[in-house]
């Protein structure tokens, strides 16, 4: 979620206190405290990390984690009836697994078959769910209650989580988020030059789940968000 939120915050604006966040300072003071954490303890072991390894090691880490998720991208993609996008992500997952040594070597992303993102939060969007009251999650970071809901029902389908080894889920877990931190590590610097952090993510996460909701075409309107997008996602399964 780290990534994903600061990957795209330059696209947002800090903003007033918003209708959406009705327990903006309970919010804060988690927000606080996963800073405080980011800064002690996450940050400096992503720094470590990316100053260790090589390039395409780190590369062939994101490479493995992305092909997993793709369990959960493909899932979704049939929950949202978009049986294109479920058939080609699937021909991503399947190649990728056999062909480039489960998922170390992106080949479908060679050959045109780009990494999507789908996941519950979005397929109850999809439905028409409303995205309920802006939530910041214990060292997770900016959610939703709609899209809370959908990491924990995405964590019943990742197979990561379905290890039953807890030694090694637990492993594999904190490498996939040493790495995911390590590769948003210049995205720091934008978010340092904010002068309300917390409204910028806020604002930052909203643009893009909306975005992502939408499959990268929102409606024109601004004020057609992340309440009701259901409709206008099932008018155009594909």
Same mark, same amino acid.
């Given at each position: ?59 062939? =880490? +994101? %490479? ?6 793709? $369990?959960? !991208?493909?899932? &979704?993609? @049939?929950?949202?009836? /978009? ?84 030694? =090694? +889920? %637990? ?6 988020? $040493?790495? !995911?931190?390590? &590769?948003? @590590?210049?995205?720091? /610097? ?49």
């Amino acid at each position: 979620m780290l990534l994903a939120v600061m990957l795209l915050s330059g696209c947002a604006t800090t903003s007033s206190p918003s209708p959406s966040d009705p327990i903006e300072p309970v919010n804060r003071a988690i927000f606080t405290f996963n800073e405080k954490a980011d800064r002690y303890v996450t940050k400096p072991i992503a720094q470590v990390y990316d100053r260790i390894l090589p390039s395409f090691v780190r590369t062939g =880490v +994101r %490479n493995f984690f992305n092909n997993i998720g793709d $369990v959960v !991208v493909v899932t &979704n993609d @049939l929950l949202q009836l /978009k049986f294109t996008n479920a058939s080609r992500d699937l021909v991503r997952l399947v190649s990728n697994t056999v062909f480039g040594g489960l998922g170390l070597v992106d080949v479908a992303g060679m050959r045109g078959l780009t990494k999507r993102q789908e996941d519950f939060g979005q397929t109850l969007a999809y439905w028409g769910v409303g995205s309920g009251p802006y939530l910041v999650l214990p060292l997770l970071g900016p959610s939703t209650l709609r899209d809370s809901v959908g990491l924990v029902v995405d964590s019943r389908i990742d197979p990561i989580w379905q290890i039953p080894d807890v030694p =090694v +889920r %637990n492993s594999l877990t904190a490498v996939n988020l $040493v790495d !995911v931190r390590a &590769n948003v @590590l210049p995205a720091g /610097k934008l978010l340092e030059q904010q002068p309300d952090r917390y409204s910028f993510l806020r604002e930052a996460y909203f643009q893009r789940r909306r975005n992502l909701i939408y499959d990268g075409n929102p409606p024109e309107d601004p004020n057609a968000d992340l309440e009701d997008p259901g409709e206008g996602a099932i008018d155009d399964p594909e």
